[in-house]
């Protein structure tokens, strides 16, 4: 049963300094754990025996694993935005007058909420954290694997968490699945080129999956998230704080410490550091 929370009340919550910080340590300890294990699994994997050339490619390799990593957590973000607003203005505003606003316009007002969110994943991968190694067959590759990351856990929450109250959402997340996409000039066969480009990324999708079961399960454990305010905005705040992780892990450089650093030719011939 979920017990709906004023909206002042829930914001009070989430803002405890105390909690909050103690929330991001564990946040920040996740995303450095995946970046890790995305390294392992670079090295592991690496062919080339020549020293140079497998550190080199370590590092492209990574680099290029670690921002798809992103881009997924970012992707998968903004659909949360999306049905996330949904629940805070279905659940959670009581005023009568936007009550009737909403009761007539929350058609137009989701179409509304679906275009922002496609435009937060613009901001948030080309600005916020920009992506500079991935290219638009491994962008279309992770829409779809965030969208296999959103069916487990509308799987979850429906079959697992045994709540009903987001079927009136599903419609529009399909929508939002296909209009992510599928292009007004895409084919069958760039459909399907997709599919298999994203099997690719299934082991993202599974880092992706264990992070945010490992981060809820401390959120709930410790009781910053609220089961009682409904999963989709508990998951939500969750996914908020890992996107500044992700910022500060990228902008402080510990990512170029985990994934090394990119050499470059000094003006004696000599390969520096950056």
């Excluded at 080309?126 to 067959?137: C, G, H, M």
Aim: aromatic letters at 16%; glycine letters at 4%.
């Amino acid at each position: 049963m979920i017990i709906r929370l004023p909206l002042d009340e829930l914001i009070a919550h989430y803002t405890v300094w105390q909690s909050a910080l103690i929330f991001f340590l564990f946040c920040f300890v996740g995303v450095l754990t995946s970046l890790l294990i995305i390294l392992l699994f670079t090295r592991i994997t690496e062919r080339e025996t020549s020293k140079s050339a497998r550190r080199r490619n370590i590092r492209e390799r990574g680099t290029n694993l670690v921002e798809r990593f992103y881009d997924l957590m970012f992707s998968d973000t903004s659909i949360l935005l999306f049905m996330g607003a949904y629940v805070i203005c279905d659940w959670f505003i009581a005023d009568r007058d936007f009550r009737a606003f909403w009761k007539e316009q929350n058609s137009f007002m989701l179409l509304a909420f679906l275009v922002i969110s496609c435009l937060i994943n613009a901001f948030l991968d080309r600005i916020f954290v920009r992506l500079k190694t991935i290219d638009a067959t491994e962008a279309a590759a992770i829409r779809l694997i965030s969208m296999a990351y959103m069916g487990a856990l509308f799987i979850y929450i429906k079959f697992l968490y045994h709540d009903n109250n987001y079927d009136a959402i599903i419609i529009y997340f399909i929508g939002m699945l296909i209009g992510r996409f599928v292009y007004f000039d895409a084919s069958f066969r760039d459909f399907f080129q997709a599919v298999k480009n994203a099997a690719h990324n299934f082991p993202l999708l599974i880092l992706a999956l264990f992070l945010t079961a490992l981060i809820s399960y401390l959120g709930f454990g410790s009781g910053y998230l609220l089961r009682k305010n409904g999963v989709v905005v508990s998951l939500l705040i969750a996914h908020l704080f890992l996107d500044v992780c992700i910022f500060l892990i990228h902008y402080t450089g510990l990512e170029k410490l985990i994934v090394g650093r990119k050499k470059k030719t000094s003006s004696r011939g000599f390969a520096e550091e950056e």
